[in-house]
């Protein structure tokens, strides 16, 4: 079954889901652009790890009037030992390694890099030095080579990559930044009520860009994943927070296909 939504699924983005979408998604796009590219350049998936933050929310515990004591057996010196259950539980914040991959063309021969494909997770957003932070700086160098970067933003948490232009408002994006047309980055604001826009993947003068479907790509990663069979549309798609109309909008949506 094919994603209900004719653009960006915004289930997707569940923590629990969104390191199988990110990883299927970068294949996809390798095997849609990887024809065009022959025989100059060459798609190349490079797999990276990093640690993601897992929140869970703490426990309160009702504290009864009066406590139960409950006794073990006697210990080694025959005393009995009392255990009494806290009053209250709380988490830590978990840091779990999950792997994402990133996708380069480089040419055929030499390996040159050519354009970098930036499909953003979790910590590229997270605001901090090990997060944000850390992104702008691997932006940053890229920009100051010969490389095009072109990133794929369909995560509607956490921090923006740096813009001198206010952003419209709009839950995804694309940035494409070509290295002879810097600092002018070319964006496409996307939705999920229409299909996500073809966007171009520069190569080098003169060789034209190659067309890059995303829309077609992502319902090739739903569908080969059956998400259909997982995702459970009955409830709210995870945080942040719908605006009012996109919120009205995916509820009449999802009723009219029988999801709700």
Wanted: proline fraction near 12%.
């Amino acid at each position: 079954m094919e994603t209900p939504f004719p653009g960006m699924d915004p289930y997707l983005e569940a923590p629990a889901f969104w390191p199988d979408v990110h990883n299927r998604l970068a294949y996809a796009i390798c095997d849609q652009i990887q024809p065009t590219l022959s025989p100059r350049y060459a798609a190349i998936i490079v797999p990276y790890s990093t640690f993601e933050t897992i929140d869970i929310a703490p426990a309160q515990k009702v504290v009864p009037d009066i406590g139960l004591i409950e006794r073990d057996l006697p210990g080694p010196g025959g005393t009995a030992v009392a255990t009494l259950e806290a009053p209250l539980t709380s988490t830590i914040t978990l840091e779990m390694p999950t792997r994402y991959a990133r996708i380069e063309i480089r040419t055929v021969g030499n390996e040159t890099l050519v354009t970098a494909i930036e499909l953003l997770s979790p910590v590229n957003k997270r605001p901090g030095a090990e997060g944000a932070e850390a992104y702008e700086r691997k932006r940053r160098e890229v920009f100051r080579s010969d490389a095009h970067l072109l990133e794929i933003d369909l995560l509607r948490a956490g921090k923006r990559p740096a813009f001198q232009t206010e952003l419209p408002d709009s839950p995804y994006f694309v940035y494409l930044s070509r290295a002879e047309r810097r600092p002018t980055v070319d964006i496409w604001p996307m939705t999920m009520q229409a299909p996500m826009d073809v966007v171009p993947v520069p190569l080098r003068y003169p060789d034209p860009d190659v067309r890059l479907d995303l829309n077609a790509a992502l319902h090739q990663a739903y569908t080969s994943a059956r998400y259909d069979l997982r995702l459970d549309y009955r409830n709210p798609p995870p945080p942040p927070e719908l605006s009012p109309d996109d919120a009205a909008w995916l509820d009449a949506h999802l009723r009219e296909r029988g999801l709700r």
